[in-house]
């Protein structure tokens, strides 16, 4: 097992962050953390990166304990955390050289497994870290945390605030780096991305709701999801609040995600509603469950 | 040793590429030492004096003559009244007052005695005290010429009186000039602050920015981090110790008569006390403002009890052991020692011997007070 936790707790003064965490993530699986902010996630970030004790429970990662051979640890992972924290007025190459000297390594004998990531970057190697677009802090940011060649990557947001091309090159940094062996936990706030791991756990209020690869956890869905357009969405909601047999919606998108609290539910039913409370252009179709959906309907 | 020394490398990297961090460090401590030194004197001059004459007799006009020959005091007015007088001592513009009483030649030739009332403006007692020995002293060179004059209109065959002088001879600062007390003194000042400051802000800084978050999650031993963060301050604090002696030298031309290897061997030793109390302070704190405040608590409590603007012998008792526990203090001593005395290693034994151990001390609290997991 690369990462094993074991009903993991902790709280801050009366505030529970975490309460009786268990999971298990196997050796060179790319496993997620979702869940909104606050759920806990940076918590048990900390926690596996031998930051912070728990209060109780049992962690190890790559088969060391987290409190007793937390200098194992540190040598055998990357961790990258949320908040870009290179030092800014070093320059991307200062800054590499710096964690690789850390680490009693050099640039050039891990060069092959940060390659793909740095000759991005290469070109602005005599710029200043604080001077990086956002997607390239990102970028070296990585490198950074992957220079000593760690056996798990633990990557907190890594792309929060980041714009859509640079998410998606990101992820696909990381499937190339799962594929050369790299054990990776990431947590995100982006449900979309969710759908890149192998297996995630839907976490929240420092509980976790499910843990399953993403396919079946969007089977799980008990309900049957219809997308609903309007040309006036705010009177669509609206509307929707108000009828009887509404079980859940919320905007999707550019469609209300609905729900029906009867399994023999008929969409023309609730047309002719909507049509009566004046509401035109309506379009109602069923649709696939996604995680966002899973989510809400667990976090209920 | 490799990681050491990139470590030091980085910081001084660092520091040398804040664009305002090095003026901080270098260009101000020295206006500082120029300004300083050159302002903060203990000299009482310029005493607006005023003064009421009652009498107006060749006496009392001979007596205000020598306030006016006098180099400390300004005649700035004569007051026809008391109530004029002192209505100008409320307003300020007079320091202080002397009133010369009606019939004063005529009491003094008949009754051999007389009275003068002295008033002093004592807000700042210091130099209330000083104006008042300057006043006693001309009235008292004044008594003595009236009395020979005196004596010789009454009675010339009268033994003179015994008069003892004392003629001091100042020794270690034989002009009795302050900037050779103040120079060396403000010179431990500007080393302590800086390196306090520096050291105390920089961790946090990291801690702030969050890439102390970063190093914690590597390998690197707790002490290789600390002596990384901290040798390039004591290089610094060095630095400015040669740099403010040059000056002390060049500019204020203050005697440096012991050894200068003592000197720096002691501050050496003294910087890492500075450097553990900053670590010290910023292992407690979460933001660089905090440890800014914390820091100056402290200097100021230093500072000022020193020894450096007012003696630890005039101190209450229970202040003079809260001394014990100022670096500064015994930094402003040796520093003082060292240079205006020539003080040798032996006589600076006390000094050493207590800063070594509260080096240790502090550094010891630092170190087990950093943890790397929190």
């Not at chain 1, 800014?88 to 009693?104: K, M, P, R, S």
């Not at chain 1, 070109?123 to 798990?152: E, N």
């Not at chain 1, 839907?202 to 869905?221: A, F, R, S």
């Not at chain 2, 009454?154 to 008069?163: A, E, K, L, M």
Request: hydrophobic share 45%; glycine share 6%.
């Amino acid at each position: 097992m690369s990462i094993n936790l074991e009903h993991i707790s902790k709280s801050y003064g009366k505030i529970e962050a975490l309460k009786d965490i268990s999971f298990k993530v196997h050796p060179g699986e790319l496993f997620g953390l979702i869940g909104p902010d606050g759920a806990g996630k940076t918590t048990l970030f900390r926690i596996l990166t031998t930051l912070l004790i728990a209060d109780e429970g049992k962690a190890n990662v790559t088969g060391f304990d987290v409190v007793k051979d937390y200098k194992n640890i540190r040598k055998s992972v990357g961790y990258m955390p949320g908040k870009f924290s290179l030092y800014q007025d070093l320059t991307v190459e200062e800054n590499l050289t710096f964690f690789a000297t850390i680490f009693g390594t050099t640039i050039e004998e891990n060069y092959e497994l940060i390659k793909e990531i740095y000759v991005q970057i290469e070109p602005f190697k005599k710029r200043r870290a604080g001077k990086l677009s956002g997607g390239m802090k990102q970028k070296l940011a990585l490198c950074c945390a992957l220079i000593h060649k760690p056996k798990v990557l633990f990557l907190d947001e890594p792309t929060t605030g980041v714009d859509p091309v640079s998410r998606k090159e990101f992820w696909e940094m990381l499937k190339r780096l799962q594929q050369k062996g790299i054990t990776i936990l990431v947590s995100t706030p982006y449900m979309d991305e969710a759908a890149l791991c192998d297996r995630i756990a839907l976490i929240q209020g420092g509980e976790i709701l499910e843990i399953d690869t993403p396919i079946n956890i969007v089977k799980h869905y008990p309900k049957a999801i219809y997308n609903i357009g309007s040309k006036d969405m705010y009177e669509l909601l609206q509307k929707l609040k108000g009828f009887e047999n509404t079980y859940t919606m919320y905007p999707f998108g550019e469609f209300v995600h609905y729900t029906d609290k009867r399994d023999d539910f008929n969409p023309n039913e609730l047309q002719q509603y909507l049509e009566e409370n004046g509401l035109k252009e309506i379009t109602i179709e069923k649709t696939k469950a996604t995680i966002e959906d899973t989510f809400m309907e667990l976090a209920k | 040793m490799k990681r050491l020394g990139y470590i030091i490398q980085k910081e001084f990297k660092q520091i040398f590429r804040n664009k305002s961090m090095l003026p901080i460090i270098f260009v101000m401590p020295l206006i500082q030492l120029l300004i300083l030194a050159n302002a903060a004197t203990f000299d009482v001059k310029n005493i607006k004096f005023g003064y009421i004459d009652y009498d107006h007799s060749s006496t009392s006009r001979a007596l205000i003559e020598k306030f006016h020959a006098s180099t400390y005091f300004n005649v700035v007015a004569n007051y026809p009244s008391q109530k004029l007088a002192n209505e100008s001592m409320q307003k300020g513009s007079v320091d202080v007052l002397l009133e010369i009483p009606s019939y004063f030649e005529r009491n003094l030739q008949n009754e051999k005695f007389n009275n003068l009332g002295v008033t002093i403006n004592a807000i700042d007692g210091a130099a209330a005290g000083v104006e008042n020995v300057y006043v006693t002293q001309i009235i008292q060179s004044f008594n003595k010429k009236l009395m020979i004059d005196l004596l010789q209109v009454s009675d010339q065959s009268q033994v003179q009186p015994i008069n003892i002088t004392t003629i001091p001879s100042f020794w270690y600062n034989k002009t009795l000039n302050y900037k050779t007390f103040m120079v060396p003194g403000i010179l431990v000042l500007l080393v302590t602050m800086i390196t306090l400051f520096l050291s105390g802000m920089n961790i946090v800084r990291e801690k702030e920015i969050g890439t102390l978050e970063q190093i914690n999650v590597t390998p690197i031993k707790k002490s290789q981090f600390i002596i990384g963060k901290l040798f390039p301050f004591w290089i610094i604090g060095l630095a400015l110790l040669t740099v403010g002696l040059i000056i002390s030298k060049l500019v204020f031309n203050v005697p440096m008569v012991g050894s200068l290897v003592l000197m720096y061997f002691y501050t050496s030793i003294y910087i890492l006390v500075v450097l553990g109390i900053g670590l010290f302070i910023s292992n407690f704190t979460d933001t660089q403002q905090q440890a800014m405040f914390i820091a100056w608590f402290f200097m100021v409590i230093f500072i000022l009890m020193s020894g450096l603007f007012t003696p630890i012998e005039s101190m209450p008792k229970w202040a003079q052991y809260l001394t014990e526990f100022n670096p500064i203090k015994y930094f402003v001593e040796v520093m003082r020692m060292v240079m205006l005395k020539g003080s040798g290693f032996v006589d600076i034994i006390p000094q050493l011997s207590k800063t070594l151990l509260y080096a240790i001390v502090m550094n010891g609290l630092a170190v087990w007070s950093y943890k790397k997991t929190n």
